[in-house]
């Protein structure tokens, strides 16, 4: 009768009647989690193919149930939609309005580019990252990127405007249109280093290289 009544209450405890932590426990993957399946794939029988596969499957299942993991993909894939549109327009709206030709525009664009979108991304890290050790605060990573894409859109509509602002079109208005692109750029490029800096912190240690790419 005793062990009757272990099975029972043992069967009891696993009841569906608790299963609603177990259920959220268990459709919430952790890192620890998917560390732990890519490194047992990666032993097995040393097979290279194989593992690869189970590390893109692993990635993929990150980024499925975890919530951090999918907001920051969002974040990141929305923030580059909106870049890559900037970056095809804003040539074409130089060369149309002011009649320089590709060239001689990509000379100076892509200096700004280079400089001023490198520094911004190491700006945006550093600042960051100095936020976050001086008050604790975490959403510092998320902070810097809203700030520096806000700050951004005085610098584009002065930039967009500039014949209007000035004597019309001239050399005058040209060069100052591009300085304003060079502090868009300075201000709204900075949200790489804090999303590089966030994925860190939510990327399981075995699949960081394959997340960030």
Sequence with gaps: ?????????????????????????????????????????????????HSGWAEVMAVGRFFVFSPAGRYLCLAGGVRSLGG???????????TSTYGVSAGELGRVYS????????FSSWLGGFVAQWW???TGALEANVWVPAIGALSSVPF????????????????????????????AYITAECWEG??????????PSALRTQCIT
């Design 111 to 118: 200096l700004i580019i280079i400089f001023c979108g490198s």
């Design 156 to 183: 584009v509509a002065l930039a967009l405007s500039m014949d209007l602002l000035t004597d019309g079109v001239s050399s005058l208005s040209y060069w100052l249109a591009l300085f304003c692109i060079a502090l």
């Design 132 to 134: 976050r050790r001086r």
């Design 194 to 203: 804090p999303a590089a800096n966030a994925g860190m912190m939510i990327y």
């Design 84 to 94: 890559y549109a900037f970056g095809a327009y804003m040539p074409l709206f130089f």
């Design 1 to 49: 009768s005793t062990s009757t009544s272990t099975s029972t209450s043992t069967s009891t405890s696993t009841s569906p009647s608790t299963s609603p932590s177990t259920t959220t426990s268990s459709s919430t993957t952790t890192s620890n989690e998917v560390s732990s399946l890519v490194s047992a794939v990666a032993t097995d029988a040393g097979d290279r193919k």
